[in-house]
């Protein structure tokens, strides 16, 4: 196989790995009426331990970065799993934090997610995870 054959052919797999992942945690996901990504910007608020986050560091985090943040948080809002405030230092800046409500529906989901997690995952051993991760890391970190 000539290499411009294998990049292509890794790539289309990496692209139908990333879309099985998301087919699979969207299905957990399913029943709680929270998108992917709005599941992405709860983890990384309750990674933040309380301290608010803006829109820019949310959106820095984001696994899909087309993301509409601001609206994705609009719909967090509405649902009472986030809560946006003006900082009081300074005004022009918005600041998001989790609310109990979306701490307790994380935890609720914590086990499920890791669930789907090991399943996905489960055809690997956990060396064939660590390469993964790493080969995984080398193409994300570089790009």
Known sequence: ???LDLAKNTVV??????HKVEEYI???LKYTD?????FNVL????GRKGIPANLQTIQKRMIHKMSNTTRLVDKLIVKELVVRKICKENRRKIEI???DKGLEILSQLDTKIQETEATILQPLNLEEQRTLRS???KITLNH
């Open 13 to 18: 797999g990496i692209l139908k790995a990333g």
């Open 97 to 99: 934090t989790i609310t």
């Open 26 to 28: 969207g299905n957990t």
């Open 135 to 137: 080969l995984i890391n």
């Open 43 to 46: 983890r990384i608020l309750r």
């Open 34 to 38: 929270i998108s992917l990504q709005q």
């Open 1 to 3: 196989m000539k290499s």
